[in-house]
């Protein structure tokens, strides 16, 4: 009595612990991939200029589904009359009254929907290093979840829609403010109107320069350009407001990406990382 016999069993091999060593590697690699680092101008050009090219592949090679792109605009435009917002028509003819009003919209709705957006990037590259991954992946995540509207729910814009009486403002005044008017219109999916990433992208530059700029008078530009583009879009009878919507919520959707990967919303994170200009001297805790 008292004594305790301990037994063990012969010929069953214990399982050898999985070695902390590889197990810290394998959160010190996660770690790091999650840790803003200084931005390599190279290689940001290289995925910029691929990202675009395969989201331009992608979007235009969803199947232009005209019919069902059609019943979907006129479900979309009944919708609108019920909610009382479908004012679209009427924006649309005000604003085509005035021609030189309209041609510079028509400019506008081709050419800064790029350019805005690139500015934006660049100077988050050079001002802002510690938050450019993480806006940039914010604005990679809105555009590649944008893809998943064009395909699932094919809708033609305002101005090709049966017996809506919009006018394609490109085609009356002869600009080239849409890659799916005139003769460029083969070139691009004219039934990609929902979500519209005029909407996504100026949201991302106005927020971006909005919570980054140290210029009252910019800050408020950057907030004008997302309205400005809202009406733009509309005008032209590109997209319908709900379209402007579909952005919007895309973008909260690449601001969720971003946060979760992150651990913080683009502008919340240090200006600074180590090795880059305005940087601290001695290494930033983690």
């Known amino acids: 009595m008292g004594e305790t016999t301990v037994t063990t069993l012969e010929g069953q091999d214990r399982a050898a612990p999985r070695p902390v060593a590889e197990e810290n590697a394998g959160k010190a690699f996660l770690h790091r991939l999650r840790t803003p680092r200084r931005p390599r101008f190279w290689f ?29 605009a006129d479900w ?83 101005r090709l829609m ?47 320069i909005f919570a980054l700029a140290s210029v009252p008078w910019v800050r408020v530009l950057g907030l004008l350009y997302p309205a400005a583009t809202l009406l733009v879009i509309v005008s032209t009878a590109n997209h319908f407001w709900l379209d402007a919507v579909g952005g919007m919520l895309c973008l909260a959707f690449g601001f969720t990406v971003a946060r979760l990967w992150y651990g913080a919303l683009p502008y919340a994170l240090p200006r600074w990382v180590p090795g880059t200009r305005g940087a601290p001297l001695v290494p930033l805790e983690t």
């Not at 090219?53 to 019943?71: C, D, F, G, M």
């Not at 600009?175 to 070139?187: N, V, Y």
């Open 44 to 72: 940001e050009i290289l995925l910029i200029a691929v990202s675009y090219w395969t989201y331009s592949l992608i979007r235009n090679a969803v199947p232009e589904q005209k019919h069902e792109a059609l019943r979907n």
């Open 76 to 158: 979309l435009w009944r919708m609108e009359h019920h909610l009382g917002i479908a004012v679209e028509q009427s924006v649309n003819h005000a604003v085509n009254s005035v021609t030189w009003m309209i041609i510079g919209m028509n400019y506008y709705y081709a050419t800064l929907h790029f350019v805005v957006t690139l500015g934006v990037l660049v100077w988050l590259y050079r001002s802002h290093p510690g938050r450019y991954a993480a806006a940039r992946l914010a604005l990679f995540a809105t555009t590649a979840v944008a893809l998943l509207g064009y395909y699932f729910f094919p809708l033609a814009p305002p």
């Open 162 to 208: 049966n017996g809506g009486d919009f006018v394609d403002t490109v085609v009356v005044h002869h600009t080239w403010g849409s890659m799916a008017s005139g003769d460029l219109k083969h070139m691009s999916n004219q039934y990609a109107a929902m979500p519209s990433m005029h909407i996504g992208w100026s949201l991302w530059c106005g927020l971006t």
